[in-house]
């Protein structure tokens, strides 16, 4: 059995900790690890206990990929395939995709797509339903999984059935749309009802089967955007111009709404998809208050509340069902009831092209990280971290001159034709127009601060003559 990651979230309600370039399941919401790395490793300890489980397949957004590598070398995971969707097309198309992909070695293996953003508390109810979809897939089935649900929620989809028990396999009679809380009221007390996970079983061949019958133009757009894949490093490429060509669907209206061979097995534990900052509170540990708090936080008068401090000391006073998350850039105060419409403040920020929708004042690279210390008119001040034997690429810029001090590390510099290697305290000045680049050559972290100034600050403004980490954007 092969687990598929899908990965392409953009976490916007989880704002201001998720953002664009590091959404939610990358981040350490619930637990030392991230969403991400939570999924890793509940498949890993499936595999030493006996579930079998192959390598995954990780489908992912181009922009996330070397975070994906880092966080899985971390754990000391080796995906056997990482698909970069040049686009985001929804569920079914990454599934048709991590589909093919797991055919083109010539086996027929069991999938098991999981999102990475889900928190499952309860792993031998996990492997229960595990064992019990198995049996329904070797009967030619796809599985669905349902969760029991513990209140009316109005954020999930739901899935009907004929059974009312919690435990067992029934037929899915049909896929509910997110529910007003009158109708989720209804749902829960009828019984037959059940959240609507988003993880799946199915034999490979089975799901290609019933994209070919149900949803042609995904399934030959995901075969057509994987054969003129370009494979770069440890990453595959699907064609842009293939991939875009698929419907933006979800595989349940692609597939499971439409299908005769769809089966939900129960899944009785405690699931999240952590969809929003009530979600993250009703998942976390809480103190006497029921407060869940995480970092240098200080309350006072406060209950049934959230609240996350980043980089400084918060406090909260005298006020409840609150939701308060400091990061270095950015404030969010709300009630937990309008959790869901975060959101909205994503979109304005992002109609007003401001950077804090996008990315963190902290950025990570596949050479290392920088922080956005400072910046004003004409200037910029950004601590860089170069990991041990990583190299940034060779380029130029045409509107702006670079100053580079070395707090703590060596640093090999490339200006023009001359190359100087510079340790703790040294400076060097690469001026605007002339080719240069930078490496760590140590067993050490290299530290510098990059002062950089002239007409034009942005991200874009770069010209890469040469990359060994095979970027062809600028990230």
Same mark, same amino acid.
């Given at each position: 059995?092969?687990?598929?990651?899908?990965?392409?979230?953009?976490?916007?309600?989880?704002?201001?900790?998720?953002?664009?370039?590091?959404?939610?399941?990358?981040?350490?919401?619930?637990?030392?690890?991230?969403?991400?790395?939570?999924?890793?490793?509940?498949?890993?300890?499936?595999?030493?206990?006996?579930?079998?489980?192959?390598?995954?397949?990780?489908?992912?957004?181009?922009?996330?990929?070397?975070?994906?590598?880092?966080?899985?070398?971390?754990?000391?995971?080796?995906?056997?395939?990482?698909?970069?969707?040049?686009?985001?097309?929804?569920?079914?198309?990454?599934?048709?995709?991590?589909?093919?992909?797991?055919?083109?070695?010539?086996?027929?293996?069991?999938?098991?797509?999981?999102?990475?953003?889900?928190?499952?508390?309860?792993?031998?109810?996990?492997?229960?339903?595990?064992?019990?979809?198995?049996?329904?897939?070797?009967?030619?089935?796809?599985?669905?999984?349902?969760?029991?649900?513990?209140?009316?929620?109005?954020?999930?989809?739901?899935?009907?059935?004929?059974?009312?028990?919690?435990?067992?396999?029934?037929?899915?009679?049909?896929?509910?749309?997110?529910?007003?809380?009158?109708?989720?009221?209804?749902?829960?007390?009828?019984?037959?009802?059940?959240?609507?996970? &988003?993880?799946?079983?199915?034999?490979?061949?089975?799901?290609?089967?019933?994209?070919?019958?149900?949803?042609?133009?995904?399934?030959?757009?995901?075969?057509?955007?994987?054969?003129?894949?370009?494979?770069?490093?440890?990453?595959?490429?699907?064609?842009?111009?293939?991939?875009?060509?698929?419907?933006?669907?979800?595989?349940?209206?692609?597939?499971?709404?439409?299908?005769?061979?769809?089966?939900?097995?129960?899944?009785?534990?405690?699931?999240?998809?952590?969809?929003?900052?009530?979600?993250?509170?009703?998942?976390?540990?809480?103190?006497?208050?029921?407060?869940?708090?995480?970092?240098?936080?200080?309350?006072?008068?406060?209950?049934?509340?959230?609240?996350?401090?980043?980089?400084?000391?918060?406090?909260?006073?005298?006020?409840?069902?609150?939701?308060?998350?400091?990061?270095?850039?950015?404030?969010?105060?709300?009630?937990?009831?309008?959790?869901?419409?975060?959101?909205?403040?994503?979109?304005?920020?992002?109609?007003?092209?401001?950077?804090?929708?996008?990315?963190?004042?902290?950025?990570?690279?596949?050479?290392?990280?920088?922080?956005?210390?400072?910046?004003?008119?004409?200037?910029?001040?950004?601590?860089?971290?170069?990991?041990?034997?990583?190299?940034?690429?060779?380029?130029?810029?045409?509107?702006?001159?670079?100053?580079?001090?070395?707090?703590?590390?060596?640093?090999?510099?490339?200006?023009?034709?001359?190359?100087?290697?510079?340790?703790?305290?040294?400076?060097?000045?690469?001026?605007?127009?002339?080719?240069?680049?930078?490496?760590?050559?140590?067993?050490?972290?290299?530290?510098?601060?990059?002062?950089?100034?002239?007409?034009?600050? &942005?991200?874009?403004?770069?010209?890469?003559?040469?990359?060994?980490?095979?970027?062809?954007?600028?990230?």
């Amino acid at each position: 059995m092969i687990p598929v990651i899908l990965s392409g979230g953009s976490g916007t309600r989880l704002w201001p900790l998720s953002r664009a370039l590091k959404p939610k399941q990358f981040i350490s919401i619930h637990g030392d690890l991230s969403l991400f790395q939570a999924t890793l490793d509940r498949i890993k300890n499936l595999s030493t206990e006996g579930e079998s489980l192959s390598p995954p397949i990780i489908v992912c957004n181009e922009d996330h990929r070397f975070i994906v590598a880092e966080q899985s070398r971390s754990l000391d995971i080796k995906p056997q395939k990482i698909l970069l969707e040049p686009t985001a097309r929804n569920t079914a198309p990454a599934i048709a995709a991590a589909t093919l992909a797991a055919l083109e070695d010539g086996d027929d293996p069991i999938l098991l797509v999981l999102a990475a953003d889900h928190v499952i508390s309860d792993i031998n109810a996990f492997k229960a339903s595990l064992a019990l979809a198995r049996v329904e897939v070797n009967k030619g089935r796809i599985v669905t999984f349902g969760v029991v649900p513990t209140k009316p929620e109005t954020g999930y989809g739901y899935i009907r059935t004929q059974m009312h028990t919690a435990e067992g396999v029934a037929h899915v009679e049909a896929f509910v749309e997110k529910p007003d809380l009158e109708t989720a009221q209804s749902y829960l007390a009828q019984g037959n009802y059940f959240w609507n996970s &988003g993880m799946f079983m199915f034999r490979a061949s089975v799901m290609k089967s019933e994209l070919e019958r149900l949803s042609p133009d995904i399934i030959v757009a995901a075969e057509l955007s994987l054969s003129n894949a370009a494979h770069d490093h440890d990453f595959t490429r699907l064609n842009q111009v293939d991939f875009v060509n698929a419907p933006n669907v979800s595989i349940d209206y692609a597939v499971m709404e439409k299908t005769n061979i769809a089966s939900v097995v129960i899944l009785n534990s405690s699931w999240s998809d952590l969809g929003a900052w009530d979600s993250v509170w009703e998942a976390g540990l809480k103190d006497e208050n029921e407060n869940c708090i995480q970092g240098d936080v200080l309350l006072q008068g406060v209950t049934n509340s959230y609240v996350h401090s980043s980089h400084r000391l918060v406090t909260v006073l005298g006020i409840s069902d609150v939701v308060v998350v400091e990061t270095s850039d950015a404030i969010l105060v709300t009630t937990k009831e309008n959790s869901q419409d975060v959101k909205k403040i994503v979109s304005e920020l992002t109609k007003n092209n401001r950077v804090e929708s996008a990315s963190h004042r902290e950025v990570y690279r596949p050479w290392g990280k920088y922080d956005s210390v400072d910046q004003g008119h004409r200037y910029q001040v950004k601590r860089i971290t170069v990991k041990p034997g990583h190299k940034l690429s060779v380029q130029l810029h045409h509107h702006r001159a670079e100053h580079w001090i070395v707090v703590s590390g060596t640093a090999n510099v490339q200006i023009g034709d001359k190359q100087v290697l510079l340790s703790e305290n040294q400076s060097t000045y690469i001026p605007i127009g002339v080719v240069h680049s930078l490496e760590n050559p140590g067993r050490i972290p290299l530290e510098l601060i990059e002062v950089q100034s002239g007409s034009y600050l &942005g991200e874009d403004d770069i010209v890469r003559f040469e990359d060994r980490y095979g970027r062809l954007e600028l990230v």
